[in-house]
């Protein structure tokens, strides 16, 4: 009993973290104390990235329709900004990756994470915030060409970056749209502003990687906790041997590849789940009680279907 409690009990947590409130808007969490990419890399050795932990920590990552505009927004556990960059944050680099159902691209557009996407899962928009003004917004065009934009960026609280976009440029966001969020460490002098892995920490760069340029370059990804779409088991998946870089998932207000179930059934499983739960586990108490209420639900409805009968109505 304590185990089916325990495994409804992640359900229904997972069913409330991945929310998908009206049309369009989404939210996840991101499990804290991750920055650690397939969980061995440690963080740069100067002290401006004490107290080398949380800066890198993605939290949640939610989408936004306010006005005329969408909101893209990540939430980080540690916000500073030693450099002064304008955006009001120095460390971070975040790309937003989107799988809008269309033909896309497979690979980043210019290298720099070592990442690879899903094939089911191309993507025909990037977001990119970075400081320094290097924020940026690619999208696919209908004739298959690459539309580059400027992408306005800041802070929306404390510790969260807002990318801002307006609804008229790429549409309302929909429900069956899926989302990539990557964050890696700033570095203006690296391939896509992703700071390297190397083997051993350095002074600029972080550790518990490899030094053939096969392991990503990212530092934590939105993916749920366990499981095969782990954020571990996805940035392990490179295999040097092979020359394959690691293959990326995507989520969204669907769910998981795989599941492919959409909010309405995720919450009906669940509703279904309690109620095995009640019919089975439950005190004998709770069942008499369940009992005599339906008892008395259609008690009632009998009563009046049998006098719009009668009243001929």
């Known amino acids: 009993m304590r185990r089916f409690l325990l495994g409804l009990i992640v359900l229904v947590g997972w069913v409330v973290s991945v929310a998908a409130g009206p049309e369009g808007s989404f939210r996840m969490e991101d499990p804290p104390g991750d920055d650690f990419g397939p ?50 944050f120095s460390h971070q680099v975040i790309e937003v990756y989107i799988h809008r159902g269309r033909q896309g691209r497979n690979e980043p557009p210019v290298p720099g994470t070592s990442v690879r996407f899903a094939p089911d899962y191309p993507w025909d928009v990037r977001l990119k915030a970075a400081p320094w003004e290097a924020g940026e917004l690619l999208f696919l065009r209908p004739d298959g060409r690459m539309e580059r934009r400027f992408l306005r960026v800041g802070l929306a609280g404390p510790r969260t970056i807002r990318m801002t976009v307006p609804l008229s440029l790429l549409g309302w966001p929909s429900s069956k749209w899926r989302y990539y969020v990557l964050v890696g460490s700033y570095d203006g002098f690296a391939e896509d502003n992703f700071r390297p892995v190397m083997a051993k920490p350095g002074e600029w760069h972080f550790g518990g990687g490899r030094d053939d340029g096969w392991d990503p370059n990212v530092i934590d990804l939105l993916a749920p906790p366990r499981g095969r779409f782990s954020q571990e088991r996805q940035l392990g ?44 586990y439950a005190p004998a108490s709770w069942r008499k009680r369940a009992q005599a209420f339906w008892q008395k639900v259609r008690s009632r409805f009998r009563t009046f279907l049998s006098r719009r009968y009668k009243d001929g109505s």
């Open 39 to 88: 969980g061995t890399y440690l963080y740069p050795k100067n002290k401006v990235f004490a107290p080398y932990h949380g800066h890198f920590d993605l939290r949640s990552f939610s989408v936004a329709i306010v006005g005329e505009e969408v909101h893209y927004e990540v939430t980080m556990g540690l916000m500073a900004n030693p450099w002064q960059a304008p955006e009001g």
């Open 237 to 280: 998946s490179f295999d040097a041997a092979r020359g394959e870089y690691a293959v990326l998932f995507p989520v969204g207000p669907g769910g998981l590849p795989g599941a492919r179930l959409p909010g309405g059934p995720m919450i009906l499983l669940v509703l279904l789940l309690i109620g095995g739960w009640m019919l089975w």
